[in-house]
């Protein structure tokens, strides 16, 4: 039999949830749809038991769900280098990982998966070799995207179909392991997952004056600080409901990933933030909105424009209007109070809407299956 290929995934946590949730999925999928030999090797394992609770943070190697799970320390013990190896999202290899690639026989491939951008600059730069300055090494950039000629965003083969038959049932089901009521008839349900710099309070007091009743739920520990300044009591407890006029306020256990896809499609709207959720927020067919994680010089502010852009391009003027108004707002850049109701009266074309999206990025192929074909390249 011939052996399986195997692959390095290298992760440093600096987005939180974001960085260890994307490469999580996409050590999975490799394992899972395309039958591949992964380590992932990741410098907090903390963050990422968080959405993965069969994680033991106390073991330097661990097997779960046919991905072994490293801890990568500053000091790194030498080990054999994988075939490919991925470095995410600019992380440093370490020293003795690159002269272990450099002595080998037959070159790895060694890809930098870069953050998803919108920005047209990276469809010139996406599959681009870096030579290394010193040793026999050849270095290739790979950029997630929206466009043809990107690496396309990660997507299971099962997520699309477990998403369209979650129905009504199903939705109940899953409300009652969060301990909450079954749906009622025009209500509109939001989840929130933010960054603690986002105008909450100014989403919140949009809310409190709308004219239907709007729950909202948000994960125990992302903004509770901010949920109890707005209620004026502390800061709140999973479990705890909390209420202003209309408004319901529902604190959520934090959910590992597969639950965390299903508050998604059971909402109506949903609040995201970074890469990994604001993915997973598209493919739920829902409307969102995107909390960019924020950069030195404003530089977030390009990627934001550069999305939105895209994003409503085939858009009619009003609700291209709509949206870009509350997403900057969101992001720093205006006030939500005028901009949530005009938002929220498009609900039906957004959700529309958000249909056409899904299916102008399908054609782009999944972002694991287009690493595995560049992996495989003869010229590499």
């Not at 939105?308 to 009619?316: A, D, F, I, Q, V």
Request: hydrophobic share 45%.
């Amino acid at each position: 039999m011939l052996k399986k290929p195997r692959w390095d995934i290298f992760c440093t946590i600096i987005d939180n949830f974001g960085d260890a949730g994307f490469c999580w999925r996409l050590a999975r999928q490799l394992v899972n749809e395309h039958g591949l030999e992964v380590r992932l090797w990741v410098d907090d394992l903390s963050i990422l038991s968080q959405i993965e609770p069969a994680i033991n943070v106390d073991e330097d190697r661990q097997s779960l769900r046919a991905v072994e799970v490293c801890c990568w320390r500053k000091s790194f013990v030498s080990t054999q280098p994988a075939d490919v190896v991925i470095e995410t999202f600019a992380c440093t290899l370490p020293d003795n990982y690159i002269l272990a690639m450099a002595d080998l026989p037959q070159q790895p491939v060694w890809i930098n998966l870069e953050y998803l951008s919108a920005e047209n600059w990276t469809l010139d730069c996406h599959c681009l070799p870096s030579f290394h300055p010193h040793l026999s090494l050849t270095k290739y950039f790979f950029f997630p995207g929206f466009v043809e000629g990107t690496g396309g965003l990660l997507l299971e083969k099962s997520l699309l179909p477990a998403r369209v038959s979650f129905n009504n049932i199903s939705q109940d089901i899953f409300f009652q392991e969060l301990g909450l009521q079954s749906r009622r008839d025009g209500e509109l349900y939001i989840s929130l997952f933010c960054y603690d710099d986002a105008p909450i309070e100014e989403l919140l007091s949009a809310c409190v004056i709308s004219d239907v009743p709007i729950r909202v739920l948000v994960p125990q520990h992302s903004v509770n600080n901010a949920i109890g300044m707005f209620f004026g009591v502390g800061s709140p407890a999973a479990g705890q409901v909390l209420q202003s006029a209309k408004l319901k306020v529902c604190i959520i256990p934090f959910l590992e990933q597969d639950k965390y896809d299903q508050l998604l499609w059971a909402c109506d709207i949903n609040f995201v933030r970074g890469e990994d959720s604001f993915v997973r927020a598209q493919w739920a067919e829902r409307v969102f909105i995107w909390n960019i994680y924020p950069q030195a010089e404003q530089s977030h502010r390009l990627k934001l424009e550069a999305f939105l852009e895209l994003y409503t391009e085939r858009m009619p003027p009003e609700m291209s209007v709509a949206v870009c108004s509350l997403w900057n707002a969101w992001n720093g850049n205006g006030q939500m109070i005028n901009a949530w109701p005009i938002f929220a009266a498009q609900m039906t074309e957004l959700t529309e809407y958000s249909n056409k999206w899904i299916r102008q990025l399908l054609p782009i192929g999944d972002l694991t299956s287009n690493l595995v074909r560049f992996s495989r390249k003869d010229q590499i």
